[in-house]
């Protein structure tokens, strides 16, 4: 599939920082006027922002069919997540798509049971704003080790900081906010506000746009492959894989990174 990618001799009007700041990601050292973060497994730790909502959506939807904990625990394990064992396949579909396409893959297997889908579907949207409208995310959320300290550093050097996320802007928002780190991120922007998700690139380019940065000059950290291929897409400076809190084995993001490093303590200001 191809992409619109971002022309590195973009209009100034649109792009028009040339403010650069050094910084080393670990030992690779660049000039660059902006860094763009992943939110879920770069800056927040997935289990609380993906996983924990999947359990409640699946519990409320068992509930609302009255089927019962015994198929809120099937639809778990349908959607990647093993009750018994804990273990998570941060793969699946419910967990690495955009809100809209998470809800169809909960329709689509309701459908397979028997259900009309267009009704799940119905169904499975109610039971996404209930479970947003009621989730105490200060309960569920934690932050990466470090994170503020990170970003702080980052600010006091003069970079920019932006979030882009697949999940809705105004989520993302909410769950930065609750995590304290929202002072310091100059950008949020959710995959909703571009109709795409990553690793289309409008996502990227539609955040450079705002941030006042030309892709050449950003960094991308983020934690998975499609975080790596959607930078690619989008031309920036440096794409830079982190392992600490990452959903993705270190192999395959290697294999899409310019570099991976430990933790997104390792970035600093020179």
């Not at 980052?154 to 996320?165: L, N």
């Not at 000059?217 to 894989?241: K, Q, Y």
């Amino acid at each position: 599939m191809s992409y619109p990618k971002a022309n590195s001799s973009q209009d100034e009007g649109v792009f028009s920082s040339k403010m650069r700041t050094k910084v080393a990601f670990g030992q690779r050292e660049v000039e660059i006027s902006a860094i763009i973060y992943d939110k879920d497994g770069t800056l927040l730790d997935s289990f609380g922002t993906d996983v924990l909502p999947m359990i409640m959506r699946s519990e409320l939807i068992a509930d609302k069919l009255n089927k019962g904990e015994p198929y809120a625990r099937k639809l778990q394990q349908r959607l990647g997540y093993d009750p018994k064992s804990k273990n998570i396949d941060y793969g699946s579909p419910a967990l690495v798509g955009t809100h809209q396409e998470t809800q169809i893959v909960f329709a689509t297997l309701l459908y397979q049971d028997g259900y009309n889908f267009r009704e799940m579907l119905d169904l499975v949207g109610q039971v996404y704003a209930e479970v947003w409208k009621n989730t105490d995310w200060s309960k569920t959320i934690t932050t990466v080790s470090g994170v503020r300290q990170a970003l702080e550093s980052q600010r006091r050097g003069g970079v920019k900081i932006a979030v882009a996320t697949n999940d809705d802007t105004e989520l993302a928002k909410i769950q930065l906010q609750t995590a304290g780190l929202s002072d310091l991120v100059d950008v949020i922007l959710g995959a909703d506000t571009v109709g795409a998700a990553k690793p289309d690139p409008a996502l990227l380019i539609e955040t450079c746009k705002i941030l006042g940065v030309n892709p050449a000059d950003v960094a991308l950290v983020g934690d998975s492959v499609g975080d790596m291929m959607a930078g690619r897409n989008a031309r920036l400076r440096l794409l830079v894989g982190v392992v600490e809190g990452s959903r993705t084995n270190p192999e395959l993001l290697s294999k899409e990174a310019d570099i991976v490093i430990d933790s997104i303590r390792s970035i600093r200001i020179i």
